[in-house]
């Protein structure tokens, strides 16, 4: 089976006397040698790393059919898996039950109208723990066995626009000021573009103008804006 790779960033962490202790503190896998600023070092304090998948796989090889047949007849796609606070822009924060079967039909549906396919590699500077980042990234991902490439722990422009240029990736998703940062930086010019094909603008409302911008200057050609609410998991047109 292919594995693609998917990127995470990893705090040094506390008492880790340098970035090799704080990765072995972390049980995480094999640096990938990527810097936003510079290639081929890393970050100050994170890093970018691959998982090793041939140890999870060794891993599951100690569960047998038998139990994994046990498990899963006492689990439905309607099940419960995840819920997300939700607030919207002045209400009063509020949890959202959704299931498997919300969440990964999101993530199949929206990942086939986008055309994201496994040769696709999918920036990601939105927060995994919301339905953004964690749906229409994340899982949508895995769902076609997309890369993930992780510019920073938190969101960052010029992080961002270097990923994009050295990782050659042909999706970005945001939300409007994320898109409006990106175009505005100051070494926009600097940076290869030229790879992105597609993404997801939401969030907020997307003016024109900017949309246009994203298009004509980004090379998003086939960019889309989403509507939806983390109620619906979270994308419904």
């Given at each position: 089976?292919?594995?693609?790779?998917?990127?995470?960033?990893?705090?040094?962490?506390?008492?880790?006397?340098?970035?090799?202790?704080?990765?072995?503190?972390?049980?995480?896998g094999d640096i990938y040698k990527y810097n936003a600023t510079h290639p081929g070092d890393l970050l100050p304090g994170i890093l970018v790393v691959i998982d090793n998948f041939a140890e999870f796989?060794?891993?599951?090889?100690?569960?047998?059919?038998?139990?994994?047949?046990?498990?899963?007849?006492?689990?439905?796609?309607?099940?419960?898996?995840?819920?997300?606070?939700?607030?919207?822009?002045?209400?009063?924060?509020?949890?959202?039950?959704?299931?498997?079967h919300n969440i990964l039909n999101n993530a199949y549906l929206v990942a086939r109208t986008l055309g994201v396919t496994a040769e696709d590699r999918v920036c990601v500077p939105l927060p995994f723990?919301?339905?953004?980042?964690?749906?229409?990234?994340?899982?949508?991902?895995?769902?076609?066995?997309?890369?993930?490439?992780?510019?920073?722990?938190?969101?960052?422009?010029?992080?961002?626009?270097?990923?994009?240029?050295?990782?050659?990736?042909?999706?970005?998703?945001?939300?409007?000021?994320?898109?409006?940062?990106?175009?505005?930086?100051?070494?926009?010019?600097?940076?290869?573009?030229?790879?992105?094909?597609?993404?997801?603008?939401?969030?907020?409302?997307?003016?024109?103008?900017?949309?246009?911008?994203?298009?004509?200057?980004?090379?998003?050609?086939?960019?889309?804006?989403?509507?939806?609410?983390?109620?619906?998991?979270?994308?419904?047109?």
């Open positions: 089976q292919r594995h693609h790779d998917i990127r995470r960033t990893v705090g040094a962490g506390k008492g880790a006397k340098n970035d090799a202790d704080a990765l072995s503190n972390a049980g995480v796989k060794e891993e599951g090889a100690g569960v047998s059919d038998s139990e994994l047949a046990t498990r899963e007849a006492v689990l439905g796609c309607d099940d419960d898996i995840n819920i997300q606070y939700t607030s919207g822009t002045t209400g009063l924060p509020k949890g959202v039950t959704l299931t498997h723990y919301h339905c953004f980042g964690m749906v229409l990234t994340n899982l949508l991902a895995m769902c076609v066995g997309a890369t993930l490439v992780l510019s920073s722990a938190t969101f960052d422009a010029e992080a961002t626009l270097t990923a994009v240029s050295e990782e050659q990736c042909t999706v970005l998703h945001g939300v409007p000021t994320m898109f409006i940062a990106e175009l505005e930086h100051p070494r926009f010019a600097e940076f290869d573009l030229s790879p992105l094909r597609t993404g997801i603008m939401a969030g907020a409302p997307c003016p024109v103008d900017l949309m246009r911008a994203v298009i004509e200057r980004m090379n998003m050609t086939d960019m889309q804006i989403g509507y939806g609410l983390t109620e619906a998991s979270p994308l419904c047109t």
